[in-house]
């Protein structure tokens, strides 16, 4: 066993360099050469309705809301003691969702929109 341990160890790579490539050229990426105009239509063009929803969201969480202030006022004063009703409840629970669908969707938008502006600020250098 200790003679194991003093043994050179060799190192075997996942990829022989002597087999050959199966598909060359996919070691570097591929260019293409888009005029100004194609690539304003390509950076304009919105594919995904993500706005949308975020407004629908806010639509949504803007009807609730002054079933939610009186849910809420109600609660406070009264003093805990509150007999919550099921259309208060479903009020509440539908606010507070929309919030959370109109936040995540309004960031995730945003990073969008932030990375399709850095695409195409990288593409014009490139240029």
């Known amino acids: ?3 194991d ?3 050179p160890a060799t ?3 996942m990829k022989s360099p002597t087999t050959p490539s199966l598909r060359p050229g996919l070691d570097k990426p591929t260019r293409h050469t888009v005029s100004n105009e194609e690539l304003d239509a ?3 063009s919105r594919r995904e309705y993500i706005t949308e929803y975020v407004w629908a969201a806010f639509g949504v969480a803007i009807g609730t809301l002054p079933g939610t202030i009186a849910l809420l006022s109600g609660y406070i004063s009264s003093g ?3 007999v919550f009703r099921v259309e208060g409840l479903m009020q509440f629970g539908l ?3 929309a919030l959370a ?6 960031l995730m938008a945003r990073r969008r929109a932030l990375r399709v502006r850095d695409i195409e600020a990288d593409i014009r250098m490139r240029a």
């Open 42 to 44: 390509l950076c304009e």
């Open 80 to 82: 805990g003691n509150y």
């Open 5 to 7: 341990k003093t043994a």
């Open 1 to 3: 066993m200790a003679d």
């Open 95 to 97: 606010f507070c969702a």
């Open 11 to 13: 190192v075997t790579t």
């Open 101 to 106: 669908v109109a936040t995540s969707m309004g």
